[in-house]
T-cell receptor
Framework: DAKTTQPNSMESNEEEPVHLPCNHS???????IHWYRQLPSQGPEYVIH???SNVNNRMASLAIAEDRKSSTLILHRATLRDAAVYYC???????????FGTGTRLKVLA | NAGVTQTPKFQVLKTGQSMTLQCAQD?????MSWYRQDPGMGLRLIHY???????DQGEVPNGYNVSRSTTEDFPLRLLSAAPSQTSVYFC?????????????FGPGTRLLVL
């Protein structure tokens, strides 16, 4: 199963953009890139996903490198409610195995 | 819709006891799965199901059994609890979309095995 590598923690000031990186150098052509986040004492919640092209939704943007070996989750204006652990996950098409890493703990400073 | 519900919220077991963690979803999702999360760690897949009557093993299946007799329910059974199974257990469901689906997670069950 392909693995992802993320920094353990990051800090951001409130109202500023945040770029959360993820390396997935062993990604295969059919692996989707998913991002989930987990607020304290809650289950994970979906943020965004993509395959090859950059993606935008109301929560965030996902920028995928041309060779797909890395991606970046972009929160355009961080708020205190965005403080959470963010997981970058590869999900192979045709399977149902999501392999979570340890994620990046995002701290948002007021 | 209630989404994904899990019961109980918290449970204490003694070593060797058995129990069933309940998970139900009302979104008519085909896929359901169970994860465990140990302190400071990411989630690890225990078992999953791609439809009623079909289950398969994930990364850490030992010590757990599952069955899927209906679309809505996916119970997780601990056969003989061990302290190493102390963890938070999350159930999730999603509709089949070939890789681009969204998983919906339940609130979790905290299990303490003494």
């Amino acid at each position: 199963d392909a693995k992802t590598t993320q920094p353990n923690s990051m800090e951001s000031n409130e109202e500023e953009p945040v770029h959360l990186p993820c390396n997935h150098s062993t990604i295969s052509g059919t692996d989707y890139i998913h991002w989930y986040r987990q607020l304290p004492s809650q289950g994970p919640e979906y943020v965004i996903h993509g395959l090859t092209s950059n993606v935008n939704n109301r929560m965030a943007s996902l920028a995928i490198a041309e060779d797909r070996k890395s991606s970046t989750l972009i929160l355009h204006r961080a708020t205190l409610r965005d403080a959470a652990v963010y997981y970058c996950i590869l999900r192979a098409s045709g399977t149902y195995k999501y392999i979570f890493g340890t994620g990046t703990r995002l701290k948002v400073l007021a | 819709n209630a989404g994904v519900t899990q019961t109980p919220k918290f449970q204490v077991l003694k070593t060797g006891q058995s129990m069933t963690l309940q998970c139900a979803q009302d979104m008519n999702h085909e896929y359901m799965s169970w994860y465990r999360q140990d302190p400071g760690m990411g989630l690890r897949l225990i078992h999953y199901s791609v439809g009623a009557g079909i289950t398969d093993q994930g990364e850490v299946p030992n010590g757990y059994n599952v069955s899927r007799s209906t679309t809505e329910d996916f119970p997780l059974r601990l056969l003989s609890a061990a302290p190493s199974q102390t963890s938070v257990y999350f159930c999730a469901s999603s509709q089949r979309q070939g890789g681009g689906e969204t998983q919906y997670f339940g609130p979790g069950t905290r299990l303490l095995v003494l």
